[in-house]
């Protein structure tokens, strides 16, 4: 193997160690790979206008305003918005597991089930429960990216740490990540020089 196959190997094994390792966040609030979770995360969960009764005719009429395609979909109160993000904070979440936080509080929202594709609706209900997220820092910020059903009506952990409370370790541990990849591809690039 010439040297130059030789980088182009280490190079790929780079690229492909750099594409694994960033897939996917472990912690809550590392940055992250979809910058545009929260405005998509409010296009589906808080919505201005969202109905407050639970009549299933105006429920499907505002549903399919906006597309049938998800067969359960969670709305929370528009008002609530501050107290929501909160949930990506160490005030006002704790870390569940991977990039996921549970609220401290239960929120109250409405869910709605619907016929697969179809604008039917099966049933419309108002729950209380504590919200989990999956919560991400978009800039300055650790903010939810997506809403994960709570079917097991889970409670938060009183010993376990708050959600922002990693962020500038996850912060940190992206930067030793980016730094190691770094330093393995410049080692590389002297390899190949040195060869020469």
């Not at 390792?21 to 912690?27: E, I, P, Q, R, V």
């Not at 239960?106 to 089930?113: C, E, G, H, L, S």
């Not at 504590?130 to 978009?138: G, R, S, T, V």
Request: with cysteine; charged share 20%; net charge positive.
């Amino acid at each position: 193997m010439t040297g130059y196959q030789g980088f182009v190997s280490l190079a790929l094994l780079c690229l492909w160690l750099c594409h694994h390792s960033l897939a996917k966040n472990d912690a809550p609030c590392q940055l992250s790979k979809w910058k545009n979770g929260f405005n998509t995360f409010l296009k589906r969960h808080v919505r201005p206008g969202t109905p407050t009764g639970l009549d299933q005719n105006v429920w499907g009429k505002y549903i399919s305003n906006f597309g049938c395609d998800r067969p359960t979909q969670s709305f929370l109160d528009p008002r609530d918005l501050e107290r929501v993000k909160a949930v990506c904070s160490d005030q006002g979440g704790q870390q569940y597991k991977e990039s996921l936080c549970i609220s401290r509080q239960p929120f109250a929202f409405v869910t709605v089930r619907s016929v697969p594709d179809t604008c039917d609706i099966r049933s419309v209900t108002r729950e209380h429960k504590h919200l989990i997220l999956a919560c991400e820092a978009l800039g300055s910020q650790c903010l939810p990216v997506h809403f994960e059903a709570n079917w097991e009506n889970l409670k938060p952990d009183n010993n376990a740490r708050g959600c922002g409370g990693n962020q500038r370790a996850a912060a940190a541990a992206a930067g030793l990540k980016a730094s190691w990849l770094w330093l393995l591809l410049s080692s590389a690039l002297l390899l190949l020089t040195c060869s020469r």
